[in-house]
């Protein structure tokens, strides 16, 4: 699935007529092609309000006694999410065993920093507006210090629910692209605003205004007021879910 995550309160369904979630669009919309019975969804990851998804992985248990074809899974509720900017990419059937969260093998995050005086036109609400220059070459090397495993207490939300801060970041690289600065993470699973905190953190250090080896520093003392800012969600955009059985090669 992909997904522009603004005006949503995020994936995760809420109560209130008001609030729209994208997992409530879609289990709607999948109510629609089963005469109206309830179907669930499980979802490779829960992204926050305002976070945007290009890889998105969802699975849904259709009643067994329902049977569509992938193309007309996709083509219905494509139909039924309109005008939302909610669309399924591609649908495939799964075995019982499979399961869009718990099969994930990893996770892959893009957070964007518009780096210009000159305020976004095209892409406002999709990127972080950062006037003032930024090194990509040292906010890169400053998280270095990050892969790995590590308990990032540092860098997770005071409301995170996870039972350990330990996770193991595969990567995580910075670069420049013309004016904007990327930074892409990827790891099997991560804390609640994990990749935020990170990208607020290393934001401060292609500033100059804190020193490479203060990122390290931040992560040993394992509490979250060491880290830096929370990044604000338009920036952030789950790029990808990895599966050692992936329905989508097939």
Known sequence: MEYDGRGFVGWQRQQGDHLISIQGLLEDAASNLTAGRTVRSITAGRTDAGVHASGQVAHLDFPADVTLSSATVRDGLNFYM????????????????????????SRAYRYRILNRPARPALEEGHVWHVRAPLDADVMHSAAQSLVGRHDFTSFRASACQARSPVRSLDRLDVRREGAYVVIEAEARSFLHHQVRNMAGTLKLVGEGRWAP???EQALAARDRRAGGPTAPPEGLCLTGVGYQENPFSR
Do not use: I, Q
Not at 85 to 95: F, H, K, N, S, Y
């Open 82 to 105: 309109k005008p939302h900017p909610v669309v399924v990419l591609m649908a495939r059937p799964v075995l019982p065993h499979w399961n869009a969260r718990f099969s994930a093998c």
């Open 213 to 215: 080896e203060r990122v």
